[in-house]
């Protein structure tokens, strides 16, 4: 059996906790709990949790269940017993009368559905003295402390360097999953930042290079300047551009960093000792995967690039791949019931700002695919 | 600890035995889980059980129970998260909460309660099935009482405690396989133990 990441960590740290990890497995949470801070593998914490005074009570709550779960079964069965006396009783009129009778209808209880809309343009700027800032539809002027000043209207952000400070700030910009922002930073390069994602970048740019630091998925058009390289920093390696326009993406979860050149040239450098480094030509994608040398290919760029037009295509991906991105940019969470419907294959072509039901009728008639939505959660079962 | 498919079949088919079951193992840390975002034990309650109820109305065949237990969490997590945005839309705690369990700072706040509760789930499950007495002690002896407090607090000798504490010790070794024995015999004293110290 498969085990979900927090099953996982729960069994190592319960194991901890006992004293009865084996050395192979402390490895392993110890690798976990680096990537993923984790509270309970805190002794103290988790034993205070431990202290805690219980105020629930599962049996007490269970025959709360039964109780209302029978009182529904009760009341159906009352209100269809109920329609039907009333059939009887038209019917018996409706011979009297000789007029048909209007059928009842059982009544249904529906859930209230709402329906899954798409991502929109949400941020979160922290500004160099620490200041958070929301924005989602918000038009507003702001300044950094050198004097550089920062326009935000419609999902966009600009900055306009007037000034001759020496000092290199640095500005984050948060996007939660669900959103999308636009960026034109004040040496003119313009940044498409997609949902769940974040980047550090410099107010202003007087240094040897213009240098920022991603996590997630961004497109760049960089503003060509030889004389100060652009870098992209991302977990795994640093991407080195002269003027150009390319993907990259980098999520956590997915374990590895893709770049898509679509113009100019680039060279991806890997971090760490054993460093790798590879120029990359326009039509070509590189990926860095977790443990495996990099690797080039010849792709449609298409494919990697049109979110940012308002288009996703999807060629061939698993289902397990394409969830994953859909998962960010309609903030959805996804079940499986079965592991082998991951694997299933699609092909298409959809518009980014479609509500989800829109996806889930494509792909439902498209293959052997059936999606529940229950509490916000998609379940995606086999036909 | 799973009791394998015939237990979720028994839920999608809505015998009351296996849904008492459910009740038992995940009532309680779901019920923690919904409390530390909505800061209210009657809400939380609510919410979980309407969680249930949810899921007995349109229940879901799972090939698994890791897969039940992440969706029972999940969907706990979002029930909370919309009973607060329906409260109220300037919700401070749902600024807090929803938009920052979203971002990256604090993603893995949900992982992060998730796993604290089911570890918990786990400890409860094992001290749980112990003889009264033997729970007691080891109950004590988490909240860091020495063997005379211990002694005292429960009216018995420090030598009972001891031998309590070496029959907890030696169920847990059995509940969790050989790995703890060869341990022990390396380490001639028991491992550094989180839960019981002898």
Known sequence: ????????????????????????????????????????????????????????????????????????????RLRNAAAIALLIGCGGM????????????????MATVQPILPGSSKAVITLSNGERIELENLNRQLQESNGTRIEAANGSLIYSDTTQSQETLYNEIAIPRGGEFHLTMADGTQVWLNADTRLKYPVNFNGKTREVFLQGEAYFEVAPNAEQPFLVNTTRGCIQVLGTAFNVRDYAEEKKVVTVLESGKVRYTTAGKQQESRELRPGFLLEDVEGQHLHARQVNTRLYTEWRNGKYIFENASVEEIMSTLQRWYNIDVIYTDEKVKQLHFTGDLERYETFDVFLHFMETGGDIRFQIKDNIVIVNKK | ?????????????????????????????????????????????????????????????????????????????????????????????????????????????SLNNMVMEEVCRKLNKL???????????????????????????????????????????????????????LLFILAKTPPPAGLIQI
């Open chain 2, 1 to 109: 600890m799973d009791t394998g498919k015939d237990f979720l079949k028994d839920i999608y088919d809505k015998k009351p035995e296996a849904w008492k079951q459910l009740y038992l193992r995940y009532y309680t840390p779901l019920c923690h889980y919904a409390r530390k975002i909505l800061n209210d034990n009657e809400e939380a309650e609510d919410i979980v059980q309407r969680t249930f109820i949810n899921l007995w109305e349109k229940p879901i065949l799972f090939d698994n129970e890791s897969l039940l237990r992440l969706y029972l969490y999940r969907a706990v997590n979002n029930n909370s998260l919309q009973f607060l945005r329906d409260k109220d839309r300037e919700d401070k705690r749902l600024r807090e909460w929803a938009f920052f369990t979203d971002t990256t700072e604090d993603a893995y706040a």
């Open chain 2, 127 to 181: 001290i749980d099935a112990m003889p009264p007495k033997r729970r007691e002690v080891i109950r004590l002896s988490m909240k860091d009482m020495s063997n005379e407090e211990i002694a005292e607090a429960m009216g018995v000798t420090i030598h009972a405690v001891k031998k309590h504490k070496k029959e907890a010790y030696n169920y847990i070794r059995d509940e969790l396989g050989a790995d703890l024995i």
């Open chain 1, 1 to 76: 059996m498969k085990k979900e990441l927090p099953d996982i960590l729960s069994d190592l740290i319960y194991k901890d906790f006992l004293g009865a990890l084996t050395e192979k497995e402390r490895q392993e949470l110890a690798a976990l709990i680096k990537r993923y801070p984790i509270a309970a593998a805190d002794r103290a914490v988790l034993r205070a949790r431990m202290e805690e005074e219980e105020p629930f009570n599962a049996r007490e709550a269970y025959l709360e269940f039964v109780r209302r779960t029978r009182r529904r079964i009760i009341l159906r």
């Open chain 1, 94 to 109: 409706a011979w009297w009368f000789y007029q048909p009778a209007t059928p009842v209808k059982a009544p249904v209880e």
